[in-house]
T-cell receptor
Framework: GAGVSQSPRYKVAKRGQDVALRCDPI?????LFWYQQALGQGPEFLTY????????KSGLPSDRFFAERPEGSVSTLKIQRTQQEDSAVYLC???????????FGPGTRLTVL | QQQVKQSPQSLIVQKGGISIINCAYE??????FPWYQQFPGKGPALLIA?????SEKKEGRFTISFNKSAKQFSLHIMDSQPGDSATYFC???????????FGAGTTVTVRA
């Protein structure tokens, strides 16, 4: 079946612009995660949803970042007033339930100029 | 603060050789230790995982060794193949808390 998909795959933004990154999880997966991966580093946890409920947002680096999953399937990560330090690959992962294997999407590479 | 330290940063191995990647952690509450493989332009994919009640787990050419007292675990890739060339990440989590803490990654290059 289809895996986790993310769009766009690449996004270039000017500093100060708002961006929205989309994640389509595997159908039926209850849990959804967002990670940020800086160049040459491992992914770092941003936030977690169980269905439509955002249960953990402890990894969001600032109040410019917020995520939503209003119907418990597709999720959007929004970054307001982008800064150069926001440049990274943003990975989405989903799992059947909270303790199951996380399956990652290909990521969105965000470059802020 | 990086909770999982991974080494080496990169390694080169000849086809047929053994690749060894090491990770160390501090948080004794961690109870799940997966390894992920990532190819350029792709997301990480689960390769193999271990829980601390066993000291070794083998799946095909991939083996995890786990030393609970030393708070270390390692990935061994036996009979390395050019198709194994990728970046490997160790990770750790407290299962009930879900969040994965990743190491910085090791880029493995297998020369034919």
């Amino acid at each position: 079946g289809a895996g986790v998909s993310q769009s766009p795959r690449y996004k270039v933004a000017k500093r100060g612009q708002d961006v929205a990154l989309r994640c389509d999880p595997i159908s039926g997966h209850v849990s959804l995660f967002w990670y940020q991966q800086a160049l040459g580093q491992g992914p770092e946890f941003l936030t977690y949803f169980q269905n439509e409920a955002q249960l953990d947002k402890s990894g969001l680096p600032s109040d410019r970042f917020f995520a939503e999953r209003p119907e418990g399937s597709v999720s959007t990560l929004k970054i307001q007033r982008t800064q150069q330090e926001d440049s990274a690959v943003y990975l989405c992962a989903s799992s059947l339930n909270r303790e199951d294997t996380q399956y990652f999407g290909p990521g969105t590479r965000l470059t802020v100029l | 603060q990086q909770q999982v330290k991974q080494s080496p940063q990169s390694l080169i191995v000849q086809k047929g050789g053994i690749s060894i990647i090491n990770c160390a952690y501090e948080n004794t509450a961690f109870d799940y230790f997966p390894w992920y493989q990532q190819f350029p332009g792709k997301g990480p994919a689960l390769l193999i995982a271990i829980r601390p009640d066993v000291s070794e787990k083998k799946e095909g050419r991939f083996t995890i060794s786990f030393n609970k007292s030393a708070k270390q675990f390692s990935l061994h890739i036996m009979d390395s193949q050019p198709g194994d060339s990728a970046t490997y990440f160790c990770a750790a989590s407290i299962v009930s808390m879900i969040e994965l803490s990743f190491g910085a990654g090791t880029t493995v290059t297998v020369r034919a």
